[in-house]
């Protein structure tokens, strides 16, 4: 098939996406396949998109028209319960299904998972955790000195499997399901951590980075001197255990002072707890009195913690995470570092299918740039423009 550059002016329904549509600054926000219908036509233009390249005949001039891909409704009864989420929710992840080129769907993150590049980052990870988890024995029970280079370059070897960013996003959400024990949410809060710091400063030279990078790494080693019942407790924790799972922060920052590490992995590992409206612990600092990278890691082991499965939780719609960050986030975490990253995460999702409160299957289409949380949804023939409908949210995203 050949494609071609028309204005936007010229666009019309059924028109079929030859390439990805990206705003000024280099922000996704619909995919190449995709079918363009008039609502989808009437948002590119308030992203001032002016061109894009649509799938032509081979004569190079007669766009080819298809009707948009419906997405059936797969839902069974044994599926639905009383609030609406799957009990499968950790475990499915043939679900994902996403248009591509030829209009045929794909179970995405099925196929992602059988890729070299997915089995490669998947052996780099769990690798890259075994070394964790050693390691952190080795400083906390035996005294030494950190492997900083060694930890470093596990987790670099993790980053090289990705191709970007968005990547990466794309291959975390595929490792869902595993065990997420401290070792596990360090590794990931290391790699967001990484990534954000990417995002946000491209020309951040390389020692700053692995600074941020260990950061993340480190910040809850204080967990090894938590009793173990409190961290793995599936109940709500009482006040007096939640003081005492508080106290891994003081415990991280006093295990990390006395090692070989720039000073600020300790700040953070005391600090990555704090909030800029001085809602957080352990010392109520605002915004000017955090450390810059505490309030990277922050935000990464916040969004780590929420989209994961926990011994008490199921892990939480990543749409009510990110909800909740453009609700009561721009005061508590760093805007300027939360937005950038919240609009990256969500570009993860385009593609991804959806069951809406309303019961029904969908599959997000493109992202809305003023409410992340509230995309636009494919469902059959009907498009659901969430920003504009407040009775209809994402409940699940189904992996």
């Known amino acids: 098939m050949a494609e071609k550059r028309i204005l936007i002016t010229k666009a019309i329904s059924n028109m079929v996406l030859a390439d990805d549509v990206y705003t000024l600054d280099n922000r996704l926000v619909i995919s190449k396949g995709a079918v363009l219908t008039d609502e989808v036509i009437a948002a590119l233009k308030d992203y001032s998109i002016f061109a894009i390249r649509i799938v032509v005949e081979d004569d190079g001039k007669t766009p080819i028209l298809k009707e948009a891909e419906k997405v059936e409704d797969t839902q069974t009864e044994a599926d639905k319960s009383e609030d ?37 980052f998947h052996s780099s990870f769990v690798e890259s955790v075994e070394g964790l988890k050693e390691a952190f024995n080795n400083v906390v029970m035996k005294n030494e000195e ?24 794309d291959m975390l959400q595929c490792m869902r399901g595993y065990n997420d024990v401290t070792y596990v949410h360090c590794l990931n809060v290391a790699l967001l951590s990484n990534m954000i710091g990417r995002i946000v400063y491209p020309d951040m030279d390389k020692a700053e980075l692995d600074v941020l990078t260990l950061s993340g790494l480190l910040c ?38 006395r090692l070989n590490l720039d000073p600020r992995i300790a700040e953070v590992a005391m600090r990555h707890h704090e909030r800029c409206d001085g809602s957080g ?84 289409i493109m992202i809305n740039q003023k409410e992340f ?27």
């Open 84 to 120: 609406g989420m799957s009990d499968s929710f950790t475990n499915s992840v043939s679900d994902i299904i996403e248009i591509g080129e030829n209009g045929e769907q794909e179970q995405y993150f099925s196929q992602i998972r059988e890729t070299e590049e997915f089995k490669e």
């Open 146 to 169: 950190v492997d900083s280079t060694g930890m470093l370059n596990d987790v670099n070897n993790v980053v090289s499997k990705g191709r970007n960013s968005l990547h990466i996003l």
């Open 220 to 257: 809850d080693i204080g967990k090894m001197l938590v009793p173990e019942e409190i961290i793995m407790k599936k109940g709500r924790l009482t006040l007096p255990e939640y003081n005492i799972a508080k106290t891994h922060v003081f415990h991280g920052n006093n295990i990390l002072k």
């Open 281 to 364: 612990y352990p010392g109520g600092y605002r915004r000017d009195q955090i450390e810059e990278f505490a309030r990277i890691v922050a935000i990464a082991d916040t969004y780590d913690a929420m989209t994961s499965d926990r011994v008490y939780r199921s892990a939480m719609c990543p749409f009510d995470v990110i909800h909740m960050f453009e609700r009561e986030g721009l005061v508590k975490y760093d805007a300027g570092f939360l937005l950038p990253f919240l609009e990256k995460a969500v570009q993860a999702y385009i593609n991804t299918k959806v069951k809406l409160s309303t019961n029904e299957i969908g599959r997000v």
């Open 373 to 399: 949380s509230k995309p636009i949804v494919q469902v059959g023939d009907v498009f659901y423009d969430l920003s504009e409908n407040s009775s209809i949210v994402i409940n699940q995203v189904l992996f």
